[in-house]
């Protein structure tokens, strides 16, 4: 019971400390190389975790990369997003990125399951952890602002190892997600991936974490006309995808 209790402070500190690492490297290349071009302006910025980052996609190429294709050269996208993100840690990602690249609008992907979600053991411990995401995601949310940036939010998605216990919370948070008028778009893939129980369904799961390809074209279709509306609101012209 201890063990189980302690599992989550063990996945915490370790997604923590894979993020410290991958920024430090990523300051270390920017001093030694890059100082006569940053920072940089770019149209889009991603911040997220693994599914973000395209994670067992077919080479990588997820529902973000393909998104920066369609983009591409016409307009930048850059994706800083990390596997094992989480709304604890998020904050120095996206602290590094906002000065690095000064974008318009910030893409935001994570998920409570990266919180922990799937490690609670009752009802009382998934609730907790669903009210840490929420407290967490709009201190996110106003950091990207603070830089003059409009937000954009993806849902939460599914996981293959939640069970009864979690879908109370998991449920409470994308609706509180979805309610909120903070973000200027709201993308929904949890209502898109579900196969009802909080999981992916069969033909879209790659392992119980991530989506796999064809999981990750139905991810992309839902995102493409909302970024192309905040574009849009934002700049005054179309994106043409």
């Known amino acids: 019971m201890v063990l189980r209790m302690l599992r989550p402070i063990f996945v915490f500190l370790r997604a923590c400390a894979r993020t410290a690492s991958r920024l430090l490297g990523r300051m270390l290349l920017r001093s030694s190389g890059a100082r006569r071009s940053w920072p940089e302006q770019c149209d889009i910025l991603l911040v997220g975790s693994s599914v973000c980052a395209g ?3 077919d080479g990588l190429h997820g529902w973000s990369q393909e998104l920066a294709a369609e983009l591409t050269p016409q307009r930048t996208v850059v994706n800083e997003a990390i596997p094992g993100t989480n709304t604890w840690n998020a904050p120095f990602q996206l602290a590094s990125a906002l000065l690095r690249w000064r974008p318009s ?34 201190k996110i949310m106003a950091q990207a602002e603070r830089a003059g940036a409009r937000v954009i939010v993806t849902s939460v998605y599914p996981h293959s190892r939640y069970r009864r216990v979690h879908l109370p ?3 409470r948070v994308h609706k ?10 709201f993308i929904d893939f949890l209502t898109l991936m579900d196969d009802g129980d909080g999981r992916w369904r ?12 064809r999981g990750h074209g139905r991810m992309l279709e ?4 909302l970024v192309a509306q905040v574009y849009r609101d934002l700049h005054g012209c179309d994106l043409r995808l």
């Open 55 to 57: 994670l067992n996609a």
């Open 222 to 225: 839902a995102a493409r006309p």
């Open 105 to 138: 609008i910030v893409i935001i992907s994570l998920t409570v399951g990266n919180d922990g979600l799937f490690f609670a053991q009752t009802e009382g411990q998934a609730a907790a952890i669903a009210n840490g995401f929420l407290a967490g995601l709009p």
């Open 169 to 171: 919370a998991l449920r």
């Open 202 to 213: 069969a033909d879209e799961e790659a392992d119980p974490a991530h989506p796999n390809s």
């Open 176 to 185: 509180e997600m979805s309610t909120c008028t903070r973000a200027a778009a």
